[in-house]
């Protein structure tokens, strides 16, 4: 077992994720806990190098198996240099993003399926995160506007993405139920504060942290 703690960060674009990471960091400060705060994909000078490959416009043609493996690749890196020495040394790390988001864009969104857990699996040697924030709005939110609105066929493509997307996360939140906290991002910033502050209070007094 990681002598340190890992937290991950989950959920689709503009859930507030980083407002509440932002609060975690001022908490474990407060705490004097020895903390690292990575990003995905990038947080090692390999891994931005892929990150601006994934995140370039002009990269248009890039096939759905090639952007999976590209987050993989940048996720192993950081994994082997930051996060795990991390661990190792009795650190709490904080990830904005790691394989969940994998499995809900490119194996729901993206139609991948399940062998993305798998490819990631392998990149990561296995290592899952202690506790995972998934910040969630509801598919149905989206849904709602794809029958309603009269949407053009890229809009309508961009909202059928959003929607798998979702859905992978409600997928992941089921199969990994022991370690991921589903948040109703629709709640202020500082419910989701709290609620954030006293889950991890909880764990971290279970492990004598
Ligand atoms: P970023 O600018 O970091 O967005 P955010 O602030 O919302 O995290 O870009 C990351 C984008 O990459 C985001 O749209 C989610 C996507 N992504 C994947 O598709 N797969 C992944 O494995 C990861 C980590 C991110």
Do not use: C
């Not at 703690?5 to 020895?34: C, H, M, N, V, W």
């Not at 043609?61 to 590209?70: G, P």
């Not at 139609?111 to 910040?135: H, S, Y």
């Not at 910033?189 to 764990?203: N, S």
Request: without cysteine.
């Amino acid at each position: 077992m990681n002598r340190g703690y890992f937290i991950t960060f989950e959920g689709p674009d503009g859930a507030g994720k980083s407002t509440q990471i932002e609060y975690l960091k001022e908490y474990l400060d407060q705490r004097g806990l020895d903390s690292v705060f990575t990003r995905e994909p990038g947080g090692t000078r390999i891994s931005e190098q892929i990150r601006d490959m994934l995140l370039d416009k002009e990269n248009t043609d890039m096939s759905a198996r090639t952007e999976a493996l590209l987050y993989a690749a940048s996720r192993a890196q950081l994994v082997e240099k930051v996060i795990q020495p991390a661990l190792d040394q009795g650190k709490i790390v904080v990830s904005d993003r790691y394989f969940d988001s994998s499995i809900a864009y490119q194996g729901f969104g993206r139609d991948l399926g399940p062998k993305v857990l798998q490819v990631n699996k392998f990149a990561v040697k296995d290592l899952e995160p202690d506790l995972t924030f998934l910040m969630m709005i509801s598919p149905d939110d989206v849904r709602s506007r794809l029958d309603q609105e009269n949407l053009d066929r890229l809009e309508s493509e961009d909202l059928e993405f959003k929607k798998k997307v979702l859905e992978g996360f409600e997928s992941v939140a089921e199969e990994f139920r022991f370690r991921v906290r589903v948040i109703d991002a629709t709640l202020s910033k500082e419910e989701i504060r709290d609620k954030i502050i006293q889950e991890i209070e909880w764990h971290f007094k279970k492990r004598g942290i």
